[in-house]
């Protein structure tokens, strides 16, 4: 009986693999007793917990969003919280333009977090946003209400959310110091916010480029957002460079799948896996027109 009620309390705090162990004990003890059918059928209800429990842990970790911003995803019981420091402001978000220049692009990464409370696969919660310089201007925060959910089978979850909408214009001075003309809230509209992950363990360990900007050098102009093109700084000497990739490498496949027909989301879920794993890449490397393809070992 000491086994059985072991288990029992074992199993309401939540520690299944020590509760199935002390009911299987019960069960070699007493094989013939009265209750060991409802023994064997509580051990199948705790392994669908543990099952349970693991795959809720393991959402654990870094998320990227569909336009290329780093999340991490921490959990407290059924309590999630998703944080990034580098989330893109879109031209949908925050128009800043500048007297006589015009309509001036927001380089600068923002905060955001996500506090939610999740039941089963679903959730709902909060989304704020931290100000935003554009250019003298500050752009004040941003909050919403949120609901979503997560998508296991298919490593996404998606987060529904209303997002306001700003023009900041910047005064152009020519006698004294440039000055904000001023900030204004023209609406707020519907945004679904889709992230991939958890990131797997193993990757090319370098600074990965194109998530939020391209350019391809010389006098070309720099074209902001995902552009459907990936690539890669290295550094001679570092394990990426010993893994086979060169500096300015551009990635045109991972495992098959063109880049091009990716978010920046999905192409960085892709370059990811468990450490040690095989990827296959197709690559275009600077100065060159051929197309080399490498497996690299995630690192």
């Not at 002390?22 to 392994?47: F, M, T």
């Not at 991972?254 to 095989?278: N, Q, T, Y």
Request: net charge neutral; proline share 4%; charged share 25%.
């Amino acid at each position: 009986m000491a086994w059985f009620n072991l288990g029992k309390a074992q199993g309401l705090l939540g520690r299944y693999a020590d509760a199935i162990a002390s009911y299987r004990q019960y069960l070699v003890v007493a094989p013939g007793a009265d209750d060991a059918q409802r023994v064997r059928d509580e051990i199948i209800k705790l392994e669908f917990r543990q099952e349970l429990a693991a795959r809720e842990k393991g959402r654990a970790g870094t998320w990227v969003s569909h336009d290329g911003a780093l999340y991490q995803l921490t959990l407290d019981a059924n309590r999630m919280t998703l944080k990034t420091n580098s989330r893109p402001v879109r031209e949908d978000e925050v128009v800043s333009t500048y007297s006589l220049v015009g309509s001036v692009p927001i380089t600068i990464f923002s905060q955001a977090e996500y506090q939610l409370v999740l039941r089963g696969n679903r959730f709902a919660g909060t989304w704020h946003r931290s100000p935003i310089p554009a250019d003298k201007c500050m752009v004040p925060p941003d909050t919403a209400d949120v609901e979503g959910e997560l998508k296991d089978r298919e490593n996404k979850m998606l987060l529904r959310h209303e997002r306001s909408t700003f023009k900041a214009s910047t005064q152009m001075s020519l006698l004294g110091d440039d000055a904000c003309a001023g900030v204004a809230n023209v609406g707020r509209k519907p945004v679904e916010v889709v992230l991939f992950g958890p990131l797997g363990k193993g990757g090319v360990a370098t600074e990965i480029t194109g998530l939020t900007q391209w350019w391809d050098g010389g006098l070309s102009a720099i074209q902001f957002g995902w552009q459907g093109r990936m690539g890669v700084r290295v550094k001679e000497g570092s394990p990426a460079y010993a893994g086979g990739l060169r500096d300015e490498d551009e990635f045109l496949s991972i495992d098959g799948v063109p880049v091009k027909g990716l978010s920046a989301g999905e192409a960085m879920f892709r370059l990811h896996g468990p450490l040690g794993s095989p990827v296959k890449l197709d690559i275009r490397r600077q100065g060159s027109a051929e197309i080399l393809s490498i497996i690299f070992t995630r690192i």
